[in-house]
């Protein structure tokens, strides 16, 4: 029997409504302290309502040095709990799945955002930021891996289903896979192996924390797109032994800020010839792994979607900027399938984050705008 995007699937031992994902987005919408506001509690219902199966939070900050946009989740501190319980549960009176993105940004802050120098696997440069990180202690280390740990009881003590580890994009568990990022001479650099064992230290952490039943995925990039960076080879034998250790799921994407045509969210994604970017590196790591692969980066209309677990590119497909756009992207598709998203891949929804305390899409609302006046 032909699998379909509404049928329902599992990441571990939880079950989704249907194979779609609300990819992690930074919507700015929490207090200086990384308490989520109602909004964000409003935003997720209405995702949820319109019919997405997970959806997977903003970056969640784990680590206080790991803090880099304003109004991020913050998962630092027991005290967090009550209030991150506000999301699972707006998102479980709709009928959704909600995992918390685990984030440190390494590298890529600023002394500015952190009140000191960042801290990086080594004191190199991120392409894009400027300011080279201070190498990290194995001291510094352990502190990090103990914070992701930490970070993932919290969620779940808080009711989230899941939780994603950031693996991608250029932030610090990316950095310490990245033959660029890292020049460490210690056991946590040079090898492919050697390069792999922060982020198997974090995953053997979190899965200590949270105990043997509860989902735990990661974003992982296919490739930094960057010359002399991680490449799809490292990148399959990162998720190789993902699998092995009991990783639930494996979202792919690529990519860094500094990656120029390559970055992880590109523009101009106008035609479905220019969908799925990282199709690519989702079948090369599929090959490899037992578990659920999820596809992310440029999706915009249903056929090429279908197309796409018709041939074994992945199992599940996340989206962030048409659900920005059309938050009941979902629910629409079901109903039409020949609708194309209304995303125009413009990039202007990170901008309302920065300045107006929230994101949304700048297009659509100048649309409706447009529209009420002219009532
Ligand atoms: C406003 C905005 C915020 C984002 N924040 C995150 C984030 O917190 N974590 C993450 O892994 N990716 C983040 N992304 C990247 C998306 O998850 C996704 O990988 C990328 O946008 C490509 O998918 P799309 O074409 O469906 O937008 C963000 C993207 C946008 C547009």
Redesign the pocket.
């Known amino acids: 029997m032909s699998r379909t995007l509404y049928d329902k699937v599992s990441i571990g031992t939880l079950e989704l409504r249907n194979r779609f994902v609300r990819?992690?987005?930074?919507?700015?919408m929490c207090d200086e302290h990384g308490r989520p506001t109602s909004r964000l509690a409003d935003l997720y219902r209405e995702l949820a309502e319109g019919g997405v199966g997970l959806i997977?939070?903003?970056?969640?900050v784990v680590h206080p040095k790991g803090r880099q946009?304003s109004g991020?989740i913050g998962a630092c501190s027991d005290r967090q709990i009550p209030v991150l319980s506000s999301l699972p549960t707006a998102v479980h009176g709709a009928g959704g799945k909600i995992m918390a993105?685990l984030?440190h940004a390494g590298a890529q802050t600023s002394t500015r955002t952190i009140g000191e120098p960042p801290l990086g696997p080594s004191s190199v440069e991120s392409p894009f930021y400027s300011g080279a990180p201070r190498a990290m202690s194995h001291q510094e280390i352990g502190e990090v891996v103990q914070a992701f740990g930490q970070a993932a009881r919290r969620a779940r003590e808080a009711g989230f289903d899941g939780v994603?580890l950031?693996g991608?994009?250029g932030?610090l568990i990316n950095q310490f896979l990245s033959p660029l990022a890292n020049r460490r001479t210690d056991r946590y650099g040079g090898s492919l192996q050697n390069r792999f064992r922060f982020l198997e230290e974090v995953y053997l952490e979190i899965r200590e924390q949270v105990g043997p039943g509860f989902p735990v995925t990661i974003?992982l990039s296919g490739s930094d797109n960057l010359e002399g960076g991680l490449g799809i080879e490292d990148a399959v034998y990162h998720a190789g032994r993902l699998d092995e250790m009991g990783i639930d799921a494996i979202?792919v994407?690529a990519g860094t800020a500094g990656s120029g045509e390559g970055v992880?969210?590109?523009k101009g994604?106008n035609a479905p010839g220019r969908e799925a970017?990282?199709a690519p590196y989702a079948r090369r790591i599929r090959e490899a792994v037992d578990v659920p692969v999820i596809l992310?980066?440029?999706?915009?209309s249903l056929p090429v979607i279908q197309g796409l677990l018709e041939d074994g590119t992945a199992d599940l497909f996340?989206?962030?900027?048409?659900?920005?756009r059309e938050p009941d992207l979902v629910n629409i598709w079901a109903r039409d399938p020949a609708h194309r998203s209304t995303?125009t891949?413009c990039?202007l929804?990170?901008r309302p984050?920065m300045r107006e305390g929230g994101?949304y899409c700048v297009p659509e609302r100048k649309r409706r705008q447009k529209e009420e006046g002219e009532r």
């Not at 990819?23 to 700015?28: D, F």
């Open positions: 990819s992690a987005t930074w919507e700015g997977i939070t903003g970056y969640t946009m991020a993105q984030f994603q950031h991608a994009h932030y974003k979202e994407s992880p969210v590109r994604i970017y990282n992310v980066g440029g999706l915009r996340s989206l962030s900027r048409p659900l920005i995303c891949s990039n929804c990170f984050g994101i």
